[in-house]
């Protein structure tokens, strides 16, 4: 049976975000966020005294807006609102309810859709009155305060009260993909981070043929390595089952939710390798690239940053991913793999709201429009990311053109240079107004 759902909606800036955040920090809620189901909103699983419940954050409900992407976030949230089996009506505890709250409680009564109004912002150390709430016509009035934890406990005993019991369901691990060419080191690795050996390594090429899931915990999540068969080009395979396990290695990529990159320190970054990166990069996944038997080079200081310059040239296409220098005979950094694994595939949620991308970029594409072929003039309405994992933006403009790979490199380092989404390719895309 599908969970409950638990839509918060209101005004711009009246804390649904942190709301929103808290409900999932509460009791350690099992959650791995999933990539956009629609333009300024996302979805969690929450949990609350073994009930759990899908829990939705939408944009802002925009009075009058001045953007036409403003109106189309308002219409989306009051969807949410109609589809929901609870809404959570957000206002700001700082101020009275104003003029077009009133109409979204009579659009919420309109649906008859059960609604708890959250009185946001209240001080906990003073006497508050909640009389001028009750003018919004909601029997379940509840003041809190988001940012300091104050009445989330009262608040989600009666969500539970009023939503269907469902039991959580058992989260699915994250999918890690070991990825590179024959007798890199991937099963060391994955031996390495297992803490035991799982997986027969041999010095011989191509002793992993399948996909092997191996199942750890780090910090107190679960986790599945799944080890790759070696990729290198089939015409150089003689064997057909290792021919077989490259291309499920290849298919795997597109399940895989981080990839791992492994290259050997003692090849350098071969023409292969790129490969590899790009067809990860091409399939929208964070990864992060890690440069294998680093104990056979001998290198000082300078021949460090020599050897990783030449990775970063040769893998420039990938610049954005993390890149580690390990042992996993010895062990050395291998304990870092993880962390960075996290990293990028958090790096990869973020959102940036509508309103603080366009005060960034606009200015930017504006100043800097594209070039056409005819010399036409591109003129930008406004951005939005549209999607995560990968990060996706939307660049609406007046007019259908295909943006040249410069331009869009161009836009990607700038987004980068303000919110960096390590680890993850960005999509952009231009549509017309």
């Known amino acids: 049976m599908p969970l409950p759902s638990v839509v918060i909606i209101g005004l711009p800036n009246v ?37 759990c419940f899908e829990i939705i954050d939408t944009g802002g409900i925009f009075e009058n807006p001045s953007e036409p992407l403003n109106e189309k976030v308002t219409e989306k949230a009051l969807e949410f609102a109609e589809k929901g089996d609870l809404v959570l009506f957000v206002v700001d505890g700082t101020r009275l309810p104003l003029p077009w709250e009133e109409e979204v409680a009579r659009r919420l009564k309109k649906m008859g859709k059960q609604t708890i109004l959250v009185v946001n912002k209240v001080d906990a150390r003073k006497k508050f009155d909640l009389t001028p709430y009750y003018s919004l016509g909601f ?13 989330l406990t009262d608040l989600m005993d009666l969500v539970i009260s009023i939503i269907p019991e469902r039991p959580c369901p ?41 996909v092997i899931d191996v199942e750890i915990k780090f910090r107190g999540e679960k986790y599945r390595l799944l080890d790759t068969a070696g990729i290198r080009k089939l015409s150089r395979t003689r064997d057909s089952l290792e021919a077989a396990g490259i291309i499920k290695a290849k298919k795997a990529i597109k399940q895989a939710d981080v990839c791992l ?14 490969k590899i990166a790009q067809t990860v990069s091409e399939e929208g996944k964070p990864m992060v690239l890690v440069v294998n038997k680093w104990d056979l080079i001998k290198a000082d200081t300078a ?21 580690l220098f390990v042992s996993a005979l010895t062990g050395r950094r291998i304990s870092n793999i993880m962390e960075e694994i996290e ?10 709201k509508t309103s603080e991308l366009n005060r960034y ?12 072929e005819r010399g036409e003039e591109v003129k930008f309405f406004y ?15 007046n007019r259908k053109i295909k943006l040249e790979e410069i331009y869009r490199r161009f836009i990607e380092r700038k987004i980068r240079e303000k919110w960096e989404f390590k680890g993850n390719p960005i999509r952009i895309k231009l549509r017309k107004k």
């Open 303 to 323: 021949k460090y940053f020599k050897i990783r310059q030449d990775y970063i040239e040769k893998l420039k296409f990938v610049s954005f991913a993390p890149i």
């Open 15 to 51: 804390g649904k975000s942190t709301l929103f955040n808290k409900i999932l920090r509460q009791k350690k809620a099992l959650v791995h966020r999933k990539p956009g189901m629609t333009r300024d909103a996302i979805s969690d699983i929450g949990e609350w005294e073994n009930h």
């Open 343 to 352: 990293s990028v595939y958090k790096e990869g949620q973020k959102r940036i």
């Open 383 to 397: 951005a939005a990311q549209t999607g995560i994992l990968p990060p996706t933006f939307v660049l609406f403009a």
């Open 261 to 274: 990159i492994v290259m050997d320190a003692t090849d350098g970054p071969t023409h292969y390798d790129a």
């Open 139 to 151: 029997e379940k009035v509840i003041p809190v305060s988001a940012e300091h934890n104050h009445g």
């Open 361 to 372: 970029l606009l200015p930017i594409l504006r100043s800097t429009p594209p070039k056409t």
């Open 170 to 210: 058992e989260v699915e691990a994250l999918k890690i993909l070991i990825l590179g060419r024959p007798n890199v080191g991937k099963s060391s690795i994955v031996n390495r981070l297992a803490g035991k050996e799982r997986i027969i390594v041999d010095e011989k090429p191509g002793t992993t043929r399948d």
